[in-house]
């Protein structure tokens, strides 16, 4: 796009590719992401040095943050993102939820907003029948979340709830849900423009998930027809108009295992598993958010090809025999696969030291071709040919999940990690 790019990053990612390869770089602090990442001043005097339109706040630390949209804002530099007030809407879950109620957009029955006592939270359960969940409105991504099985246990499972977001949010406000079982996690692309258009990329199906934690996402669903394709679609691009949503963000939904969703969440940015979308649809996400940020129109219709998957799988420096405990240290051998449809996301190469402070994702791995069979095939091939050395990674986990006959068959929920098993390396 010819725009000229300033990097930030703090002492410990000094030997990082993004600081290598942008146009300048400042360092905004010592590896503690307090201290650099999150440390906002830091950020906002970066970009004032280097004369900065625009800031890209990436998928993590502030890229959901309010507060450091309206201050980029206010010191006349665009966010590029949402407004602040979409921001909020979307981040307290109960409000986000009743907004999505307003609009029209499937929820999950249960109580309407925050719990207020326990004689209420007990007359909500007994409504909607066994088991609940509990949920933190600050939380998301399972964080002070507790199943209730019977009207017994629902006072303790609220207190430790409470102050497992108390502690993790400094909110320790509840809500409460129907717990659905075995669904599939579903989510759609959207992107908005600064005049209320919205439109959607479809689904990624990310219902390999271990704790929480995204493994592979891909898109088409394997278990998502054309009709409900269009539903979800129409669910969440209202979702989206219903806020004002400007540029790139995500709706969460749950599917359930008689084909009805529900709205879960929405994540306002872009996400790891964004890649997935624009090997579909031949778009590139980031080059549409800068766009939008710039004030041109995004409009117009995305139609699924009926001749396309494409799947990712996250590589982090963890150990899979060792229940994924991070695997920081130098990459001593580094060898990305290549050809047709292959690509890899990446900031590692050989000879760089993983720093221990942050994240242990260090790739991602992005596969498309004809069809779903194909593609895991290419993907079994990619792995194959995937070389890194120095330190544990995801890759052997991947292999494996590739070979399993359930995973091959598209039938699984969200509980397929429980019972998947390794075996040994
Ligand atoms: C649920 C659910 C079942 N029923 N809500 C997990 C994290 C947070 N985003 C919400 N989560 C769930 N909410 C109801 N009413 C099951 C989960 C859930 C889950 C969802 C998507 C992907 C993986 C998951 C793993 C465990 C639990």
Same mark, same amino acid.
């Given at each position: /796009? ?84 979409? /921001? ?215 139609? /699924? ?121």
């Amino acid at each position: /796009m010819g725009i000229k790019t300033v990097a930030v990053y703090s002492t410990a990612d000094r030997d990082s590719l993004h600081v290598t390869f942008a146009d300048e770089a400042v360092c905004i602090g010592p590896p503690n992401s307090r201290d650099s990442y999150l440390n906002i001043p830091n950020i906002i005097a970066a970009a004032e040095i280097t004369g900065v339109d625009a800031i890209h706040p990436g998928y993590g630390f502030l890229a959901e943050n309010a507060e450091f949209a309206r201050i980029c804002s206010d010191q006349g530099i665009k966010f590029i993102g949402p407004s602040p007030e979409a /921001m909020e809407a979307m981040g307290d879950k109960a409000t986000a939820k009743a907004t999505m109620r307003k609009a029209g957009v499937p929820v999950v029955p249960g109580s309407e907003g925050i719990l207020k006592s326990l004689d209420s939270a007990k007359k909500i359960a007994a409504k909607i029948g066994y088991p609940v969940l509990l949920k933190a409105t600050a939380g998301g991504g399972g964080k002070g979340m507790r199943m209730v099985y019977k009207e017994e246990e629902i006072e303790s499972q609220w207190e430790s709830a409470a102050q497992e977001a108390g502690a993790a949010f400094g909110n320790p406000d509840m809500y409460m849900e129907k717990f659905i079982e075995e669904p599939r996690h579903i989510e759609i692309q959207v992107i908005g423009d600064q005049y209320g258009n919205v439109s959607h990329l479809s689904e990624r199906d990310c219902s390999i998930q271990r704790r929480h934690q995204k493994l592979v996402e891909e898109s088409p669903s394997p278990v998502v027809s054309k009709k409900l394709r269009q539903k979800m679609g129409d669910a969440a691009v209202k979702a989206a108009k219903f806020v004002n949503y400007e540029g790139a963000g995500t709706i969460e939904f749950l599917l359930d295992k008689n084909g009805r969703f529900y709205f879960m969440e929405m994540n306002t940015r872009i996400q790891v598993e964004h890649p997935v979308t624009e090997e579909i649809f031949n778009y590139d996400l980031i080059k549409e958010q800068i766009i939008a940020a710039m004030g041109v129109k995004v409009s117009g219709k995305h139609y /699924m090809p009926d001749n396309r998957h494409a799947m990712e799988v996250r590589i982090n420096a963890e150990d899979p025999y060792n229940n994924f405990r991070p695997s920081p240290g130098k990459i001593t051998n580094f060898h990305k696969p290549g050809g047709k449809g292959v690509r890899v996301d990446s900031h590692a190469y050989a000879g760089y030291v993983i720093p221990p402070n942050y994240d242990s994702m260090i790739g991602k791995l992005i596969v498309s071709a004809f069809t779903r069979e194909e593609c895991i095939a290419k993907m079994r091939r990619a792995l194959d040919e995937f070389i890194i050395e120095g330190v544990k990674t995801t890759i052997p986990f991947h292999k494996k999940l590739m070979q399993d006959p359930t995973f091959v068959s598209g039938n699984f929920s969200t509980n397929f990690l429980e019972t998947f098993d390794l075996g040994k390396g």
